[in-house]
T-cell receptor
Framework: DAGVIQSPRHEVTEMGQEVTLRCKPISGHNSLFWYRQTMMRGLELLIYFNNNVPIDDSGMPEDRFSAKMPNASFSTLKIQPSEPRDSAVYFC???????????????FGPGTRLTVT | KQEVTQIPAALSVPEGENLVLNCSFTDSAIYNLQWFRQDPGKGLTSLLLIQSSQREQTSGRLNASLDKSSGRSTLYIAASQPGDSATYLCAVKYGQNFVFGPGTRLSVLP
């Protein structure tokens, strides 16, 4: 398996622009997580989906952030409008969670480094 | 508030030493605890996952223990190698939430 795939790997944009980050989870995994990592705040969970349904979005910082998972193999995290303080590395992770094996062991993608100028 | 802390923040050891990394959590009602390593500019790689009902997990030179009552987990690395140099993070699952520690930055010197 190719693992969790994220695109783009790097994104540089100007303040006010819309940014869309993409994630393809590991095939067969039914949970997907979006994280943000900064030097100041470390790794923070933004939102997670189970079977394509958002379960907990309490970590989403503001209404400017939105996430979707239209199917089991694709998710997007959108920031509109972007601000310089959104600059961070955004990680996507996936996990296989079933009633018989609720491990929640997470596998991370390589991340998208976002710079908003 | 559910918080996860890790000590030390950074550690530098000569090759071959056995070492222990510590993770502490404030709320003992955890679902599981997972240890990761992160190389500079890379994503996180899962090392070990311990369920709340377990006491330890082992993988190769790595051994992770869990003591829920005291709110602690340790990651033991035996016979450290320069390739072990990375940042090690622990993550605790509480209900629907995942809380990460700030990490311990490990340097193993040849």
């Amino acid at each position: 398996d190719a693992g969790v795939i994220q695109s783009p790997r790097h994104e540089v944009t100007e303040m006010g622009q819309e940014v869309t980050l993409r994630c393809k989870p590991i095939s067969g995994h039914n949970s997907l997580f979006w994280y943000r990592q900064t030097m100041m705040r470390g790794l923070e969970l933004l939102i997670y989906f189970n079977n394509n349904v958002p379960i907990d979005d309490s970590g989403m910082p503001e209404d400017r952030f939105s996430a979707k998972m239209p199917n089991a193999s694709f998710s997007t995290l959108k920031i509109q409008p972007s601000e310089p303080r959104d600059s961070a590395v955004y990680f996507c992770a996936s996990s296989s969670v079933h009633d018989s094996t609720p491990l929640y062991e997470q596998y991370f993608g390589p991340g998208t480094r976002l710079t908003v100028t | 508030k559910q918080e996860v802390t890790q000590i030390p923040a950074a550690l530098s050891v000569p090759e071959g030493e056995n070492l222990v990394l510590n993770c502490s959590f404030t709320d003992s009602a955890i679902y599981n605890l997972q240890w990761f390593r992160q190389d500079p500019g890379k994503g996180l790689t899962s090392l070990l996952l311990i369920q709340s009902s377990q006491r330890e997990q082992t993988s190769g030179r790595l051994n992770a223990s869990l003591d829920k009552s005291s709110g602690r987990s340790t990651l033991y690395i035996a016979a450290s190698q320069p390739g072990d140099s990375a940042t090690y993070l622990c993550a605790v699952k509480y209900g629907q939430n995942f809380v990460f520690g700030p990490g311990t930055r490990l340097s193993v010197l040849p």
